[in-house]
T-cell receptor, first 110, second 116 residues
Framework: QKEVEQNSGPLSVPEGAIASLNCTYS??????FFWYRQYSGKSPELIMS??SNGDKEDGRFTAQLNKASQYVSLLIRDSQPSDSATYLC??????????WGAGTKLIIKP | GAVVSQHPSRVICKSGTSVKIECRSL??????MFWYRQFPKQSLMLMAT?????????EQGVEKDKFLINHASLTLSTLTVTSAHPEDSSFYIC????????????FGQGTRLTVV
């Protein structure tokens, strides 16, 4: 069974520090990887997508992908209280279906 | 990004009644939409894949006769929770995904269903 694993947290990070969120996946042929942010009671919203090994930066967010290790991470620099949310990792499998992780709850402490 | 509109955002219904949730893609044609359910503090759980003009594909453990899905057009999919019970109370979210290997999901606003 294809799986996407995330630490459920909560992960507590001081304001201004770097938050590091991790995700591992089991399907070696996966090609597309996504990070979504979900505030309580709201639908997920896309933060980052990454398709190639290495780093992809967008503002304060950096996604890192290592296909050999089947590992994708999201770094949030200069963390703000508004970044407090649950972050969902999603991986597209060989059938073009998104497999979702359980999410990591991030708390940014002022 | 694409816009997906879901309605209603909140609904309270009595046990035994049915509730219909609509999901519309506003600026693109979605041949496939997905319906998820999310219980508090849990991840998204895919319920079914809605295919325009054909029957939905349900995930294991999801009762197709209880969760009726209709995808009559390229911009509208509906989920009807029939004979709702309190245990059906949950957050229901629809999404439409692009095509190809770089497809991302665009979510509706979600529907908070409370069955009393």
């Amino acid at each position: 069974q294809k799986e996407v694993e995330q630490n459920s947290g909560p992960l507590s990070v001081p304001e201004g520090a770097i938050a590091s969120l991790n995700c591992t996946y089991s399907d070696r042929v996966s090609q597309s990887f996504f990070w979504y942010r979900q505030y309580s009671g709201k639908s997920p919203e896309l933060i980052m997508s990454i398709y190639s090994n290495g780093d992809k930066e967008d503002g304060r967010f950096t996604a890192q992908l290592n296909k050999a290790s089947q590992y994708v991470s999201l770094l949030i620099r200069d963390s703000q209280p508004s970044d407090s949310a649950t972050y969902l990792c999603a991986v597209m499998d060989s059938n073009y279906q998104l497999i979702w992780g359980a999410g990591t709850k991030l708390i940014i402490k002022p | 990004g694409a816009v997906v509109s879901q309605h209603p955002s909140r609904v309270i219904c009595k046990s035994g009644t049915s509730v219909k949730i609509e999901c519309r893609s506003l600026d693109f044609q979605a041949t496939t939409m997905f319906w998820y359910r999310q219980f508090p503090k849990q991840s998204l759980m895919l319920m079914a894949t809605s295919n325009e003009g054909s029957k939905a594909t349900y995930e294991q453990g999801v009762e197709k006769d209880k969760f009726l899905i209709n995808h009559a057009s390229l911009t509208l999919s509906t989920l009807t929770v029939t004979s709702a019970h309190p245990e059906d109370s949950s957050f229901y979210i629809c999404s439409a995904e692009g095509t190809g290997t770089r497809a991302e999901a665009f979510f509706g606003q979600g529907t908070r269903l409370t069955v009393v």
